[in-house]
């Protein structure tokens, strides 16, 4: 009996192992089956729809590049299943076993919030939660905290009541808001006309968010050191506020304390902007700079050449992510390579030395980066597994590492890979950093003294430690 259970075990593999290794299909004989599976793409109203793909069976692919548009939408990833269903999202690298269809999740505006929906600026920090509210936390100079009261916040308070609240970004002394509606908003320092208003000077800051003009058009935000840089859904620029340096882009150096808008195109489609320096990308991926460059960070291979108005950086059309930092940018191209410029000093630019570039630089040669996030001295990322990285300055445990040591090549934060968004704070060496992870928590780490990390204490941390929340309130997004 036991050598003919055997036997029929041995009959049942040879009959069943070539319908396993022909599970993609289309070979015409068992002994040498086809292992190549057949990866499809529906856009669901969205455009481009990325070519089908033929792979070997067990292959891992990377997202398709551009990922598709579709206007008054926010892409949300690939999913497995036609339903959308969240645990059907798709995490890259894939591993393809199968045929298989990947269908593009969208979300329309009115409901959709920019990722990151966490911004940390300069010893505060700006976040919304799932529900639309917005919370913030840390330093209160200049009433950064926006609600009306002079009390530094070392765990997260809501601002006010509303819950409409879309996108957020945190600068050096103010901070900016979208709501759902579209609509501007902006409160904090105000000197040189940063929330543009109409006012600059002394005696104009804003305790508590005001709306700036009546237009409900806005679609991006982006807050520096003194100045605003911001998107219409047309994709015309418009920027205002603190200007030595030719940051807004009007082509003078003169401050601006109402939204201007910057030429006539209406391509632009990224924008990012750093202490002195502003970063956009136009809609056919192309790369554009203007603003200070005393350390090449506009990269166009000068330095100590400021530029008043968008000069195009380089011929390549192919860019899909930008930060700016203090003197540094950090950017992604749709491969997903890592690329840097500017100062390095403290080796923020992750290219294993502390000698500044003029002009983009490949970081390493992998191509799974995901999101970047360029501030002060340090730069953070995430890569398509869920992975943290860090490099430049730590002296205040910035990168998360659980050290004082300043990194000049990306070190792995953690084992963890379930981050999801990330936000690089601080316009001098004492800085943090705010990330969430997919579950919604909301963690910090970095300089503490303001109590911008959230966790309910002073103390400066040297890995991240989870914010301190209201239990009963949503989680963030």
């Known amino acids: 009996m036991k050598t003919r259970k055997n036997g029929i075990l041995v009959a049942l593999i040879t009959i069943l192992l070539p319908l396993l290794l022909t599970a993609c299909g289309g070979g015409s004989n068992n002994n040498q089956p086809p292992q190549t599976c057949t990866v499809r793409f529906e856009a669901n109203g969205g455009s481009p729809t990325p070519v089908a793909r033929s792979v070997r069976q067990g292959e891992a692919v990377s997202a398709p590049t551009p990922a598709p548009t579709r206007l008054g939408f926010h892409f949300d990833g690939w999913y497995s299943n036609p339903a959308l269903t969240p645990d059907a999202k798709i995490t890259f690298p894939y591993t393809i076993t199968e045929n298989i269809t990947m269908y593009a999740k969208w979300i329309s505006v009115e409901d959709a919030v920019s990722i990151p929906a966490?911004?940390?600026?300069?010893?505060?920090?700006?976040?919304?939660?799932?529900?639309?509210?917005?919370?913030?936390?840390?330093?209160?100079?200049?009433?950064?905290?926006?609600?009306?009261?002079?009390?530094?916040?070392?765990?997260?308070?809501?601002?006010?009541?509303?819950?409409?609240?879309?996108?957020?970004?945190?600068?050096n002394g103010h901070a900016i808001a979208l709501k759902r509606d579209g609509s501007l908003w902006a409160w904090g320092y105000n000197f040189y006309g940063q929330l543009g208003d109409g006012t600059d000077g002394f005696r104009t800051d804003r305790n508590s968010p005001i709306q700036i003009g009546i237009d409900k058009d806005w679609s991006d935000?982006?807050?520096?050191?003194?100045?605003?840089?911001?998107?219409?859904?047309?994709?015309?620029?418009?920027?205002?506020?603190?200007n030595a340096n030719g940051q807004l882009g009007d082509d003078t150096n003169t401050i601006r304390n109402v939204p201007m808008q910057i030429g006539k195109d209406k391509d632009w489609a990224t924008i990012s902007a750093g202490a002195y320096h502003t970063i956009a990308l136009k809609k056919d991926g192309s790369l554009w700079a203007w603003g200070a460059n005393g350390s090449g960070q506009l990269g166009d291979g000068t330095d100590n050449v400021s530029r008043y108005s968008p000069v195009r950086i380089g011929t390549e059309a192919n860019w899909a992510s930008i930060s700016g930092g203090y003197a540094h940018t950090i950017a992604l191209k749709m491969d997903g390579s890592l690329w840097a410029w500017g100062w390095n000093h403290y080796g923020q630019l992750g290219d294993g030395t502390n000698m500044g570039h003029t002009a983009p630089m490949q970081v390493g040669t992998d191509k799974d980066w995901s999101a970047i996030s360029a501030w002060s001295y340090h730069t953070i990322a995430l890569k398509t597994d869920g992975s943290l990285w860090a490099w430049g300055y730590n002296n205040y445990g910035q990168l998360g590492d659980d050290t004082d040591m300043s990194r000049n090549t990306p070190v792995q934060i953690g084992i963890d890979k379930d981050w999801s968004a990330i936000s690089a704070g601080g316009f001098d060496m004492y800085s943090h950093t705010a990330a969430l992870k997919t579950d919604g928590s909301l963690w910090a780490w970095g300089y503490n003294g303001y109590g911008e990390l959230g966790d309910g204490t002073f103390i400066t941390r040297y890995s991240p430690v989870k914010t301190m929340l209201p239990a009963s309130l949503h989680e963030f997004y």
């Open 118 to 171: 966490i911004s940390a600026g300069d010893s505060f920090t700006v976040a919304l939660k799932t529900d639309g509210s917005l919370w913030a936390w840390g330093n209160i100079y200049s009433d950064l905290l926006g609600d009306s009261m002079i009390i530094s916040r070392n765990i997260p308070t809501q601002i006010g009541t509303d819950e409409d609240w879309a996108v957020i970004s945190a600068g």
């Open 221 to 242: 935000i982006s807050a520096g050191y003194c100045h605003t840089v911001a998107l219409k859904t047309d994709g015309s620029l418009w920027t205002w506020g603190w």
